[in-house]
């Protein structure tokens, strides 16, 4: 592993860091309306105005890893010694 490959390596390690930190929330009301509540952090989750709190959007925050492990991999890659 080269120095160049060591930084995407350590940088996407940050990127999925800060994701975990500041997930996606979303609210799924009783009659199946999903309401997309934004980013913030995972210990302090959004609330409705009626003192409800929001949950983590799961599927949103594992495409969001997927997605950064893709593009690290291919840069990982491509950035190998000949």
Do not use: E, R
């Amino acid at each position: 592993m080269n120095n160049k490959q060591k930084k995407v390596l350590m940088a996407v390690i940050a990127v999925v860091v800060a994701m975990l930190l500041f997930p996606p929330f979303h609210f799924i009301a009783a009659t199946g309306i999903k309401l997309n509540m934004g980013y913030n952090f995972l210990f302090i989750p959004p609330t409705l105005s009626n003192g409800i709190q929001c949950s983590v959007d799961v599927g949103m925050l594992l495409t969001q890893w997927l997605v950064v492990l893709i593009v690290g991999g291919i840069a990982f890659f491509m950035l190998k010694d000949s």
